[in-house]
């Protein structure tokens, strides 16, 4: 059993950046996908990003690609989601989750089986 846990979330700036973490207890990332996924108001909840942890391989969603980085911290059990350039496609819940996806089922939510609670981001004007 994997607990996650994210934290680094709230009110921001608009055009500021904000970074998010992603906290494991109860085992290490060794062998896992640690993927964001965030969830709009009165939207479906999409793929961001996502850091193979042994490879460091990452895969970031084209709309974002050029802001946002997934990176980990192997020391401390953790994930970073760094944002930049906030604008108004940001605000949501955003949650992080570990599971072990093929290639192609990487964007896909069903293929990740431990979620945080998610930490809310604000972008004020």
């Known amino acids: 059993q994997v607990q996650l846990e994210e934290s680094g979330g709230g009110l921001v700036q608009s055009g500021g950046s904000m970074r998010l973490s992603c906290a494991a207890a109860?085992?290490?990332?060794?062998?896992?996908?640690v993927a964001w996924f965030r969830q709009a108001p009165g939207k479906e909840r999409e793929f961001v990003g996502c850091i193979n942890v042994n490879s460091r391989h990452t895969l970031i969603t084209e709309s974002v690609k050029e802001r946002f980085t997934v990176s980990r911290d192997t020391d401390k059990n953790t994930v970073h989601l760094q944002m930049g350039s906030l604008g108004p496609d940001v605000p949501a819940v955003y949650y992080c989750?570990?599971?072990?996806?093929?290639?192609?089922?990487?964007?896909?939510?069903?293929?990740?089986?431990?979620w945080g609670q998610g930490t809310q981001v604000t972008v004020s004007s």
């Open positions: 989750a570990a599971g072990r996806p093929i290639t192609r089922e990487r964007y896909s939510d069903r293929a990740y089986y431990y």
């Open positions: 109860g085992r290490s990332f060794n062998g896992y996908t």
